[in-house]
């Protein structure tokens, strides 16, 4: 008769229950979820700058028109996440930016 291996249970706490269960290698290997840094703003498709409506120093509010990217034959045009100062401008017109990109950095207003 085979033996069973030790099979090490641990505590899953999902939305405040807890199981008792097996975690696999690569759930205890994964980076845990961070939330996004509001004052950076990423692009969300890759893209091509079409026009930048504010330069660094500028002060903004939530929901400002600051940029607009071009994907897909389509012009997106990009609000400020934040109220605040535009602290740096990490891209210029005509650049062609990945999904994930920096494109504007805020210092927020408190």
């Known amino acids: 008769m085979e033996k069973k291996k030790d099979i090490k249970l641990e505590i899953l706490n999902i939305?405040?229950?807890k199981y008792t269960t097996r975690l696999s290698p690569k759930y205890k290997n994964r980076e845990p979820y961070k939330s996004p840094d509001r004052?950076?703003?990423?692009s969300f498709i890759p893209g091509t700058v079409v026009e930048i409506m504010v330069k660094e120093g500028d002060?903004?509010?939530?929901g400002d028109e600051v940029l607009v990217l071009?994907?897909?034959?389509m012009k997106n045009r990009i609000k400020s996440p934040?109220?605040?100062?535009?602290?740096y401008i990490d891209i210029n017109v005509n650049d062609k930016v990945?999904?994930?990109?920096?494109l504007i950095e805020f210092n927020p207003q408190q």
């Open 15 to 17: 939305n405040h229950s």
């Open 39 to 42: 004052s950076k703003l990423l």
């Open 59 to 62: 002060k903004v509010k939530k």
């Open 70 to 73: 071009e994907a897909m034959k």
């Open 82 to 87: 934040v109220s605040g100062l535009v602290k």
């Open 98 to 102: 990945p999904k994930g990109k920096l």
